[in-house]
């Protein structure tokens, strides 16, 4: 019965990701600028995310984000500033069209969401 819950939880996990990248590139964009786009959306702190936070949020090397940022910038989806009072920390933003297409995207997911309810539960191995 354990086994047969991890492997039912593993079957979904990569179902939904496979959704996921799919609505991601309905939108125009990667499947990790949606999740770039999601985490700064997300994010709770009293700053906006930087480059450090971002790159552990989405388990990559900080030069990776730094790429990500960069192309996702390029597309007209963040922006990156200096932060005023410590000018080492780069701050990044999402702009106008980057909060829509999170949205949209983000949106589309609720279902898919929904659906996982009673998927994601501990399994114990013996």
């Known amino acids: 019965g354990d086994f047969a819950?991890?492997?039912a939880f593993r079957f979904e996990l990569a179902r939904f990701l496979r959704f996921s990248e799919k609505a991601s590139r309905a939108a125009a964009i990667t499947p990790t600028q949606y999740l770039l786009l999601l985490h700064i959306r997300g994010h709770a702190g009293p700053l906006p995310p930087g480059v450090g936070e971002l790159a552990h949020r989405l388990q990559a090397s900080s030069h990776g984000t730094t790429a990500l940022i960069e192309r996702s910038r390029r597309a007209g989806l963040?922006?990156?500033r200096q932060n005023t009072q410590d000018?080492?920390?780069?701050?990044?933003?999402l702009t106008a069209r980057g909060k829509r297409v999170v949205a949209g995207v983000a949106e589309q997911h609720r279902d898919q969401l929904k659906s996982l309810r009673g998927v994601f539960r501990v399994a114990r191995v013996s």
């Open 87 to 93: 000018r080492r920390r780069a701050e990044i933003l």
């Open 5 to 7: 819950a991890l492997s």
């Open 78 to 80: 963040v922006i990156k």
